[in-house]
């Protein structure tokens, strides 16, 4: 468990070292073994590590999202909590006629999908942990739209981010999920704003920080070859495959603890690319990886 000292309450910011390549010289082999595993994906990759984007790779492109957005729409909920504008316990009423049917929903399961009232707690969970559709859906009516949440987080400082349509209207139509884009120097920039303390109040960074671990194990990707026990607080994102046989989005951003408790932030992008899943994720599995043994050689050989 990643955790915190520090100002009202034991969480995981207090003495944060966000690791960055000290030198050209290791950046090269780093981006010479990027390259190599990338052109698998038959696709754009693009990667950002470290704090602010310290190594990129195609670091400025825009790359649909997907639910990675689900990261920065629990940003903007807990900011709002913390502004007393929201309440976890607040109960969300939801109908029957409110349940998109044809997408993927564990609450929606559980509930059966009849009519429930539902805590902004459990919605947030189901979103961020469990990239439930549904749940997405109802934190962005209840912020008043994509749109007040892309404000939020272009007021942090992040601009090269656009989250303008919902889960429903990326179903509805393929093209429009590539208006939720952003680049991978941009998610690591927001990563590291969150990993720094900066956005929430230790208990609204302490249950963001939490569900994004509880959700690491459910799709492996950044952690599929990493050493058993590494700590991931993670959001991945996955479309759909086209007629054509190509997949618009295969994601994955979050926060590896290296053994030495050092954070390194990252962010590996897979877009529009003709490979099967397994390959897919195998690129962004091997991607973490090899940045997790540059930057722990790299703090090796420090005397």
Same mark, same amino acid.
């Given at each position: 468990?990643?955790? #915190?000292?520090?100002?009202?309450?034991?969480?995981?910011?207090?003495?944060?070292?966000?690791?960055?390549? !000290?030198?050209?010289?290791?950046?090269?082999?780093? &981006?010479? %073994?990027?390259?190599?595993?990338?052109?698998?994906? &038959?696709?754009?990759?693009?990667?950002?590590?470290?704090?602010?984007?310290?190594?990129?790779?195609? $670091?400025?492109?825009?790359?649909?999202?997907?639910?990675?957005?689900?990261?920065?729409? $629990?940003? *903007?909920?807990?900011? &709002?909590?913390?502004? $007393?504008?929201? %309440?976890?316990?607040?109960?969300?009423?939801?109908?029957?006629?409110?349940?998109?049917?044809?997408? *993927?929903? +564990?609450?929606?399961?559980? *509930?059966?999908?009849?009519?429930?009232?539902?805590?902004?707690?459990?919605?947030?969970? *189901?979103?961020? %942990?469990?990239?439930?559709?549904?749940?997405?859906? =109802?934190?962005?009516?209840?912020?008043?739209?994509?749109?007040?949440?892309?404000?939020?987080?272009? %007021?942090?400082?992040?601009?090269?981010?656009?989250?303008?349509?919902?889960?429903?209207?990326?179903?509805?139509?393929?093209?429009? &999920?590539?208006?939720?884009?952003?680049?991978? =120097? @941009?998610?690591?920039?927001?990563?590291?704003?969150?990993?720094?303390?900066?956005?929430?109040? +230790?208990?609204?960074?302490?249950?963001?920080?939490?569900?994004?671990?509880?959700?690491?194990?459910?799709?492996?990707?950044?952690?599929?070859?990493?050493?058993?026990?590494?700590?991931?607080?993670?959001?991945?994102?996955? !479309? /759909?495959?086209?007629?054509?046989?190509?997949?618009?989005?295969?994601?994955?951003?979050?926060?590896?603890?290296?053994?030495?408790?050092?954070?390194?932030?990252?962010?590996?992008?897979? #877009?529009?690319?003709?490979?099967?899943?397994?390959?897919?994720? $195998?690129?962004?599995?091997?991607?973490?990886?090899? @940045?997790? /043994?540059?930057?722990? !050689?790299?703090?090796?050989?420090?005397?």
């Amino acid at each position: 468990m990643i955790t #915190r000292a520090g100002r009202d309450a034991p969480l995981f910011f207090a003495c944060i070292l966000i690791v960055s390549l !000290s030198s050209k010289g290791q950046e090269g082999p780093l &981006q010479d %073994s990027v390259r190599k595993i990338s052109a698998d994906a &038959q696709a754009m990759v693009g990667v950002a590590l470290g704090g602010a984007g310290r190594f990129a790779f195609n $670091g400025n492109g825009h790359f649909p999202m997907q639910s990675v957005y689900k990261f920065p729409l $629990g940003l *903007y909920i807990l900011h &709002q909590v913390d502004k $007393g504008r929201l %309440s976890l316990d607040q109960k969300i009423s939801v109908r029957k006629g409110d349940w998109e049917m044809q997408t *993927y929903s +564990p609450m929606r399961d559980k *509930y059966q999908a009849a009519d429930a009232e539902i805590s902004v707690r459990e919605i947030l969970s *189901y979103t961020v %942990s469990l990239s439930d559709n549904n749940g997405c859906d =109802l934190l962005f009516r209840l912020a008043g739209g994509p749109g007040k949440v892309n404000d939020y987080i272009h %007021s942090l400082g992040i601009k090269d981010i656009a989250i303008t349509a919902t889960e429903a209207e990326m179903h509805a139509a393929w093209d429009v &999920q590539y208006r939720n884009w952003c680049s991978p =120097l @941009a998610m690591v920039a927001l990563l590291k704003g969150f990993d720094s303390g900066q956005y929430l109040s +230790p208990a609204g960074d302490s249950l963001l920080l939490q569900l994004m671990i509880a959700g690491a194990a459910r799709i492996p990707r950044i952690g599929a070859v990493l050493p058993p026990g590494t700590v991931i607080a993670r959001k991945a994102g996955t !479309s /759909d495959t086209n007629a054509a046989g190509i997949a618009a989005a295969t994601n994955d951003a979050g926060i590896i603890i290296l053994p030495d408790g050092r954070h390194l932030l990252i962010a590996v992008f897979v #877009r529009d690319s003709k490979a099967d899943m397994a390959t897919r994720e $195998g690129v962004i599995a091997r991607i973490a990886r090899a @940045a997790y /043994d540059a930057y722990t !050689s790299n703090a090796a050989r420090k005397p």
